[in-house]
C-alpha cells in the first residue's frame, strides 16, 4: 500500500510537471446487444503509469467496457484512442499487438498446458522465428526460445510459482490459477494491463499476495493497470483513480476519497428509495 | 529405480527443452530406432514387414497428421481419408508426369496438395467451431472422394478406375511397384516417418506449435493475447494435411501398390481418428501406439481362436474387432481421454518412485 | 456462355417444359427429405436434453430394424416383434445412459460425440454379428403397411405415389405431433424442457438427470425404428443407410442442433434440393452429385448462417 502512495505522490508530481500523458481514453463509447444497452455513452481515460480501478454493482458494464478496449466486443458508437492512435473497431490480436494485455473474471488459462508453457504463451506476439527453423529447431529457433524462457523464468521468480512451472494448469488450486493467468499477461510485457477481478474468489492472504504482485508491478515495471474489483479495501487502496459504472452509465469518476463521498455512487451502492 | 532421473541436473535452459530431458528416454529410444533400422531388415520376415510393420508406420504417420489437428489445435476432423487420397493420387500424377524425378521426393511433395486441400476446407474453421467443423470436414471427405471416382484424369483414365503404382528406382534398386522388396519398402517408410516425426516434434514444441495448443484450450484468451486465429488453424490445416498426404502416398506407393477410391473412405478416417483417440490426443507417442494397437488387434483376434482350436469366419473376426475397438473408445473416453499415450507416462511415474509409492517427485 | 447457359437457364427451361416430371422429382426428394428429418430428429431430441451429438443416431435406425426384421423372421408375429423391438430399444437407452452418459457428465462436446461414435461401432459390430451382414427386406406387409402406387394425371403427364411414401410421411407427421404434445402437455416433457434449459437448474429443483437422459434416448431409439421400418419398406434394411444417415448431420446444420422444425424443415430441404440438383445439375458435373450436395450446402449456409435457420445469434463472452 505504500508503494501505491508513493507511486501516486509520484504521478500527482509528474501532473504537476505536465509530463503525465493519457495512455488511453474512452470517448462517448455505446455497446449493445440487441435491444439491450450494456454501455451507454461512457468517456474516461487512463493515464500512464497509473492504476485505475473500473467498479459497480453487477451487471453494470465494467467486463464489457475490458472486452470494447481490447477489441472483443466492437461499440456501435465511440471512438477508443491508444497510445494516440483512434480506433472503434479493431480485432483483438490487433489490441495485443498494440499493448494491451488481460486477465479474466473465469480464469482462462490454457488448461492443456504447463504453467511454464501458459506464460510462454504470453511471450507468442516477441517471437518471430520462421517455420523452417522451427522444423529444425536449432539456431535461431533454439536460442529464441531460450531467450524468451529466460525472461519467462523471472516472471515465475516473481509471482512465486517457481514449484509449479512443469505442472498442468488445470489441476492447480484456484488462486494458484490466477497468479499463472497474471504471469502470462506479464509475459506479453503490455502497456496497458487490464485485470478483470484478479481476486474474486479468493481468501485473505491470497488477496495480499496478488495485491502485493499488482504494486510491484506498478512500481517496479512501470505497467499501467486497469482493474475491476468488488472488494472496496483492496481498490481504495490500490487504485489512484476510480471510475464508477451502474447499468451501463458512468456515475462518478475520481481518486477513491472523492468517489467514496460521491452521494450517486452511495445510491447505487446501498439503492435508493424512489 | 532404474528409471529416475536423480542426479541429472540441468544446468542451461536449452538442456531443460531438450526433446527428451531424461537419460533412460534416450537410450530407450536409441534402441527402439536400432531395432526398427537394423534389427528387423534383418531378423524380420516379409509377412511380418509387409503386413504389419508397413501399414503401422503408414497409419501412424496419418495418425500424427490427424493428432497435430485435433489433439493439439483442437479441430475435430473427419476427412482424413480424403486428405490422404489427395496425396496418393497428386504422386501419382506427379510420377506420371515427372516419371525421372526421385520417387521419394515426389511422395514428400505431394504432400503439398493436400496441405492446399486442407487449407480450402479449413476455411470454414475461421467462422465454425467444434462440431460443426467436424460436419465441414464431412463435406471435405464427400465430395473429395467423388472427385476420385469423376475425375478420371486423376487416375489416368484407366478402365478400372484405380490407379496402378509403376516401379520406381533409387540407384538401381526397385523401391516401389511390383517388384520392390518389403525390406527396401520398409527401409523407405520407417526413414520419411522417423523424420517427419522429429519435425512434428519441433514444431509442436515451439512457437506455432504453442499457438494451435492456445487455439484448442481458449481460442478466446488465445486471440486476446496476439494470435491471429485464421492463421493459426490454417497452418494446423495445412501441416496436418501435408503429413495425411505424404501417409495416402506412402499407403498407395509403398504399401498396398494400387488404389481406387475406397482405400480413402470415411471408414478410413474413423480408423486414423480411432487410432488418435486410443492413443492418446495431443501426444506424438500416442499416435504410434494407437496405430499399433488398431491395426495389430485385428491380427491378434485372428490369431487368438486358431491357437486354441475355434474356427472363426473372417467376418466375425471383424465383428469382433469392430465391437472390442468401439468398446475401448468409450473405455478409454470415460477412464483415461488422453489415451496409451498417458498410460505409458503414468506407468513411467509409478517406476519413478518404485519401490515407494507415496513418495511423490 | 454455354456453361452459364447450361447452368442458369437450360434446367429452368426443361422444368418449365415437363412439369409432372419436376413435381415427381421434388416428390421423389420430399420423402428423401421426410426420412433425413426424422434421423435428425432422433439427433435433435437426444442433443437438446443432454447436449451430446449422437453420432449412433443412424445405426440406431439400422440396429432397430435388424432387431424387428430379425425377431420376426424367428417366428415372433410382426406386431409382437414391435413390441419387442420396443423393449430392446429401451433397454439400450438405458444401458447407454448408465454406462456410457452417467460416466462423461461434463466432458467436452467433441469426447461426447466420440463416444457417441465408439458407440456406433458396438452397435454396428454386434448388429453384424447377431443378424448378420447381409440386406434384409422388411416385413412391410406384415405391418400392415400398404403398397403399391397410385398415378396422378397432371400437367399432361403422370406422377407416381407409392403408398408407402405416402404413408412415411403421414407416419412422420404423427410422430412429430405426439412430440410436440408431449414435450408440452407432460410433466416429463416440462422436465425434460427444463434440462434442456440448464443441467444444473433443473437438477437442483429434483429432475433427475439420468432419467431424463434415458428417456429421450428411448424416445430417439422409438423415432430411430419408426424411420427404420419407413426406410427398410422403400429399399430393404441395410448397413449401407449408416452413411447415408450421415446426412442427417448436414440437416442438423440447416436446421441448428436444438430445433424440431428446425430438423424438419432442414431435411425438406436437403431432401428435394439434392434430388432437384441431381436430375437437372448433375449431368453438368457427371453424375453421383447426391453423395456430396448436401455437405456442400450445409457449408456453404454456414458461412452465411453458423447458428442455423431457427437458431438464435450467438453472443460470446469472456
Known amino acids: ?209 496478488m495485491s502485493r504482485f499488482i504494486i510491484d508491478l506498478n512500481s517496479e515495471f512501470g505497467t499501467t493497470i486497469a482493474l475491476i474489483e468488488h472488494d472496496m479495501g483492496v481498490v481504495m487502496d490500490l487504485a489512484d483513480r476510480v471510475v464508477v459504472l451502474d447499468y451501463g452509465r458512468k456515475i462518478a469518476d475520481g481518486t477513491p476519497a472523492e468517489v467514496q463521498a460521491n452521494q450517486d455512487v452511495i445510491d447505487a451502492y446501498l439503492g435508493v428509495a424512489h | 529405480m532404474l528409471y529416475r532421473e536423480a542426479g541429472q541436473f540441468k544446468t542451461s535452459y536449452a538442456a531443460d527443452q531438450a526433446l527428451l530431458p531424461i537419460l533412460q528416454d534416450r537410450i530407450g529410444l536409441s534402441l527402439i530406432l536400432l531395432v526398427a533400422f537394423v534389427g528387423i531388415p534383418l531378423l524380420a520376415t516379409d509377412f511380418f514387414i509387409g503386413s504389419v510393420m508397413i501399414p503401422f508406420l503408414v497409419f501412424s504417420l496419418a495418425a500424427i497428421g490427424l493428432n497435430i489437428l485435433t489433439g493439439y489445435a483442437g479441430q475435430l476432423s473427419l476427412g482424413t481419408g480424403a486428405f490422404m487420397g489427395v496425396g496418393a493420387y497428386a504422386c501419382y500424377k506427379l510420377t506420371t508426369y515427372f516419371p525421372d524425378i526421385n520417387i521419394i521426393l515426389l511422395i514428400l511433395f505431394s504432400g503439398v496438395f493436400s496441405a492446399a486441400a486442407g487449407v480450402l476446407f479449413g476455411l470454414p474453421s475461421l467462422r465454425i467451431k467444434g462440431l460443426y467443423l467436424a460436419i465441414t470436414t464431412l463435406a471435405a471427405q464427400f465430395f473429395l472422394e467423388w472427385c476420385f471416382i469423376r475425375i478420371a484424369w486423376l487416375y489416368n483414365y484407366n478402365d478400372s478406375g484405380a490407379i496402378e503404382v509403376p516401379t520406381r528406382k533409387l540407384l538401381d534398386i526397385a523401391i516401389t511397384g511390383a517388384s520392390a522388396t518389403p525390406v527396401v519398402r520398409y527401409l523407405v517408410i520407417i526413414s520419411v516417418v522417423t523424420l517427419m516425426a522429429l519435425v512434428a516434434a519441433n514444431v509442436l514444441r515451439g512457437r506455432i506449435g504453442r499457438s494451435w495448443m492456445m487455439i484448442r484450450d481458449m481460442d478466446i484468451a488465445a486471440e486476446l493475447m496476439g494470435i491471429r486465429p485464421l492463421r493459426a488453424k490454417l497452418s494446423a490445416f495445412a501441416f496436418s494435411s501435408y503429413y495425411c498426404g505424404v501417409a495416402g502416398a506412402l499407403m498407395v506407393f509403398m504399401w498396398i501398390g494400387s488404389a481406387e477410391v475406397e482405400s480413402f473412405d470415411i471408414n478410413h478416417s474413423f480408423l486414423v481418428l480411432f487410432m488418435v483417440i486410443i492413443g492418446g490426443m495431443g501426444s506424438l507417442l500416442g499416435c504410434f501406439l494407437g496405430a499399433a494397437f488398431i491395426w495389430v488387434l485385428p491380427i491378434i483376434i485372428r490369431a487368438v481362436p486358431q491357437l486354441i482350436g475355434l474356427d472363426l469366419l473372417a467376418a466375425t473376426t471383424e465383428h469382433l474387432t469392430n465391437i472390442i475397438i468401439g468398446v475401448l473408445i468409450i473405455f478409454f473416453l470415460i477412464v483415461e481421454p488422453h489415451g496409451l499415450a498417458r498410460l505409458w507416462q503414468l506407468g513411467k511415474e509409478k517406476l519413478r518412485t518404485w519401490p515407494f509409492p507415496y513418495a511423490s517427485n | 456462355m454455354d456453361i452459364l447457359h447450361s447452368i442458369f437457364v437450360a434446367p429452368f427451361i426443361d422444368m418449365g417444359a415437363y412439369p409432372d416430371f419436376l413435381l415427381q422429382v421434388i416428390w421423389e426428394g420430399f420423402v428423401a427429405g421426410v426420412l433425413y428429418s426424422l434421423i435428425a430428429l432422433g439427433f435433435v431430441l437426444i442433443y437438446k436434453a443432454s447436449g451430446v451429438f449422437n453420432f449412433a443416431q443412424g445405426i440406431m435406425v439400422v440396429f432397430a430394424a435388424l432387431v424387428l426384421v430379425s425377431l420376426h423372421e424367428m417366428g415372433m408375429p410382426a406386431w409382437v416383434a414391435v413390441l419387442v423391438s420396443v423393449v430392446v430399444m429401451g433397454l439400450l437407452a438405458i444401458g447407454v445412459e448408465r454406462f456410457v452418459l452417467r460416466k462423461l457428465v461434463n466432458q467436452h462436446d467433441a469426447i461426447l460425440l466420440m463416444a457417441t461414435i465408439g458407440l456406433t461401432l458396438v452397435l454396428k459390430g454386434s448388429g453384424q454379428l447377431i443378424f448378420g451382414g447381409e440386406p434384409k427386406p422388411m416385413i412391410t406387409r406384415e405391418l400392415g403397411l400398404p403398397t403399391g402406387a397410385s398415378d396422378w394425371e397432371v400437367f399432361g403427364g403422370v406422377v407416381i405415389f407409392q403408398h408407402i411414401d405416402i ?94 422444425p428446425g430438423a424438419i424443415v432442414g431435411g425438406l430441404v436437403i431432401g428435394i434440393g439434392e434430388k432437384l440438383f441431381e436430375v437437372y445439375w448433375g449431368a453438368l458435373f457427371g453424375s453421383g452429385v447426391e453423395a456430396w450436395f448436401a455437405y456442400v450446402l450445409a457449408l456453404i449456409f454456414l458461412l452465411f448462417r453458423p447458428q442455423g435457420l431457427f437458431g438464435e445469434r450467438i453472443i460470446e463472452r469472456v
Open chain 1, 1 to 209: 500500500m505504500n508503494h501505491a502512495r508513493r507511486w501516486s505522490d509520484q504521478l500527482s508530481e509528474e501532473l504537476g510537471s505536465g509530463a503525465s500523458a493519457e495512455l488511453l481514453s474512452v470517448d462517448n463509447v455505446s455497446l449493445s446487444f440487441g435491444g439491450v444497452k450494456a454501455i451507454a455513452d461512457i468517456s474516461f481515460d487512463i493515464l500512464k503509469g497509473e492504476v485505475r480501478a473500473i467498479i459497480g454493482p453487477n451487471g453494470a458494464g465494467k467486463t464489457s467496457m475490458l472486452n470494447v478496449i481490447n477489441g472483443f466486443y466492437h461499440p456501435q458508437e465511440g471512438i477508443i484512442t491508444f497510445r494516440g492512435k483512434q480506433r472503434r473497431r479493431m480485432k483483438p490480436y490487433q489490441a495485443a499487438a498494440s499493448g494491451i494485455a488481460r486477465t479474466f473474471q473465469n480464469v482462462a488459462l490454457f488448461k492443456g498446458m504447463s504453467t511454464l508453457d501458459n506464460i510462454m504463451s504470453g511471450r507468442s506476439l516477441k517471437m518471430h522465428c520462421g517455420f523452417l527453423w522451427q522444423v529444425v529447431h536449432i539456431g535461431p529457433a533454439r536460442s529464441e526460445e531460450i531467450r524468451h524462457r529466460r525472461r519467462v523464468e523471472e516472471i515465475i521468480d516473481f509471482l512465486e510459482i517457481a514449484h509449479i512451472r512443469k505442472q498442468p494448469v488445470g489441476k492447480l488450486p484456484y488462486g494458484l490459477q490466477k497468479r499463472v493467468e497474471l504471469g502470462r499477461a506479464m509475459a506479453m510485457e503490455p502497456e496497458l494491463l487490464l485485470l478483470d477481478e484478479p481476486m474474486a474468489g479468493m481468501n485473505l492472504e491470497e488477496k495480499e499476495d
Open chain 3, 167 to 260: 404413408a412415411a410421411t403421414v407416419v412422420a407427421l404423427l410422430m412429430v405431433l405426439a412430440l410436440a404434445v408431449f414435450f408440452s402437455k407432460t410433466r416429463i416433457g416440462r422436465a425434460l424442457r427444463a434440462v434442456a434449459d440448464d443441467h444444473q437448474a433443473a437438477l437442483s429443483v429434483g429432475i433427475s438427470l439420468h432419467q431424463i437422459w434415458a428417456i429421450v434416448w428411448f424416445a430417439a431409439g422409438i423415432v430411430a425404428l419408426v424411420t427404420g421400418i419407413m426406410w427398410g419398406a422403400r429399399s430393404e434394411v441395410s448397413f449401407a443407410l449408416e452413411i447415408i444417415a450421415l446426412k442427417a448431420l448436414a440437416v442438423l446444420i440447416l436446421g441448428g442442433f436444438t430445433s424440431i
